[in-house]
């Protein structure tokens, strides 16, 4: 995560784009919809905290089986993301409670990730199941192959309508995206 906030001023900012509470790890698959939605949206980062209320209240999660819990919540974003998410999973206390923290961020390339075969997008603190429009949209926004450009450099903000550069590959003809001061172009969304 880019900017590092303690985990209190988060709770106490409340549920947002970014970040979701579930009270329950018995809740594991709306904590994961939610997470898929956040990562879906341009920001394409988001946490869901385990053990507290949608208001904010710390209530902790249940003690006893945090192993397994955690095991199985790994194998769950294992095997039901496409494309395979990375995640991050911490255990902390706060207010004397045990919270389990899972974040997640969308890499550039990917257009979007699909939980359990449907893709969710996030609205301030709603999350919305992407149509079929909405996911071709959102590849031909995010795509950077199909994309009609401009792009943008990553490192240096030059921008480009056109690339000139492409590269053979066993695969045919690829455009190149690689900015002269060692950055990466990206569509400017
Ligand atoms: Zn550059």
Same mark, same amino acid.
């Given at each position: 995560m880019t900017q590092e906030l303690s985990l $209190?001023?988060?709770?106490?900012?409340? $549920?947002?784009?970014? =970040?979701?509470?579930? /009270?329950? =790890?018995?809740?594991?698959?709306?904590?994961?919809? %939610? =997470?898929? %939605?956040?990562?879906?949206?341009d920001i394409a980062k988001g946490t869901v905290v385990f053990g507290i209320e949608p208001n904010g209240t710390v209530c902790g999660i249940e003690q006893g089986n945090l192993d397994t819990a955690q095991r199985s919540l790994s194998q769950t974003l294992r095997s039901r993301f496409e494309p395979q998410l990375t995640a991050q999973i911490r255990i902390e206390e706060l207010s004397g409670k045990t919270v389990l923290i899972l974040s997640a961020e969308r890499y550039r390339s990917i257009p979007y990730h699909e939980y359990d075969g449907r893709a969710w997008v996030r609205q301030g603190s709603e999350n919305l /199941?992407?149509? =079929? @429009?909405? /996911?071709?949209?959102?590849? *031909?926004?995010? @795509?950077?192959?199909?994309h009609p450009g401009p792009w943008q450099c990553d490192r240096c903000g030059a921008m480009v309508g056109v690339l000139h550069s492409f590269e053979i590959?066993?695969? *045919?003809?690829?455009?190149?995206?690689?900015?002269e001061c060692g950055g990466e172009f990206w569509p400017v969304s």
């Open positions: $209190e001023e988060l709770v106490r900012r409340g $549920e947002s784009q970014t =970040l979701e509470f579930k /009270k329950s =790890l018995s809740l594991q698959r709306e904590g994961l919809q %939610a =997470l898929c %939605a956040m990562i879906n949206s /199941k992407l149509s =079929l @429009d909405e /996911k071709q949209r959102l590849t *031909g926004r995010r @795509d950077r192959d199909s590959t066993n695969s *045919g003809m690829r455009k190149t995206y690689q900015c």
